[in-house]
């Protein structure tokens, strides 16, 4: 997979963003399944307090890969994520909000920015696009949770605006990675969705394989590479891992493969401090 490299540390596997890497400037993963503690349908490394999961378990996850990253629990910030977008600019003192329950998460809102080293940005996904950003030359970092409603609310440039208008990103100096979500040869979507793309992509045929009548086969990740593009961003900068969370379950949580009931990869993203 180009761009992107598995990592294993401290009982651990996650992914890293080679360009993000290069940097120097960021500690950063995409985590998968395996390794952990939680049982049964979130069995392996869940990240998600949200699912019906064990908390106690929850809270060993967290605290394996913050370590592993070079931070602890309390430096996490979470949000409470509703397919929408809403991005919020954070600060030190949010450090510790959604760490170690559900309830302390900064409500209603799916990407979050910061310019402060060592506060540890995280957003939740089992199927949902990941959207990773970094600014190296203002040193600003962002991460986006993008369903299909987050992707035709176009969120991923929502989260490029908000960097741009809270500490001066340049979109041509920014560093994407798009991580592994449900890929277009599993996700199936009937014809609400496929009229909503229609109308805020103008490009929205290449986005589409037809399936069944009715029906056709949505390439999130390449939707949010094009709004990425729209945003700004130089092409040659924006990284896509072809993997997909439906197809991959040995690595992955799957909210569609499972039918429902299953935990969460993290997205996490820290300047380093």
């Not at 190296?136 to 986006?144: D, E, L, N, S, T």
Request: proline letters at 6%.
């Amino acid at each position: 997979m180009t761009g992107f490299t598995f990592r294993q540390k401290d009982g651990v596997c996650y992914l890293t963003i080679d360009s993000f890497s290069r940097t120097g400037l960021v500690a950063h993963a995409f985590t998968t399944r395996c390794g952990g503690v939680s049982e049964g349908p979130y069995a392996g490394l869940n990240m998600s307090f949200r699912v019906g999961d064990r908390p106690e378990n929850v809270l060993i996850n967290r605290l394996s890969i913050c370590r592993a990253l070079g931070a602890e629990p309390a430096d996490l910030v979470a949000a409470a994520q509703v397919h929408g977008d809403a991005v919020a600019p954070v600060t030190a003192e949010h450090r510790g909000k959604g760490a170690a329950e559900a309830e302390s998460a900064l409500p209603a809102t799916d990407a979050l920015i910061t310019n402060e080293p060592g506060v540890l940005l995280s957003s939740y996904h089992a199927d949902c696009v990941p959207v990773f950003l970094l600014d190296p030359v203002q040193k600003v970092i962002g991460v986006a949770h993008a369903g299909w409603k987050g992707t035709a609310l176009k969120i991923a440039a929502r989260t490029v605006e908000a960097m741009q208008q809270s500490f001066g990103t340049r979109p041509r100096d920014c560093l994407a990675g798009i991580g592994p979500a449900i890929g277009p040869c599993c996700y199936e979507v009937d014809e609400p969705v496929f009229s909503r793309f229609q109308s805020v992509f103008p490009d929205w045929p290449a986005l589409f394989t037809p399936a069944a009548p009715g029906h056709w086969y949505l390439n999130l990740r390449e939707a949010n590479r094009r709004t990425l593009l729209e945003a700004g961003l130089q092409e040659e900068r924006i990284t896509v891992a072809n993997l997909c969370t439906s197809c991959r379950q040995d690595l992955f949580f799957s909210h569609r493969a499972s039918g429902g009931r299953t935990g969460r990869m993290a997205a996490l993203i820290m300047l380093r401090p």
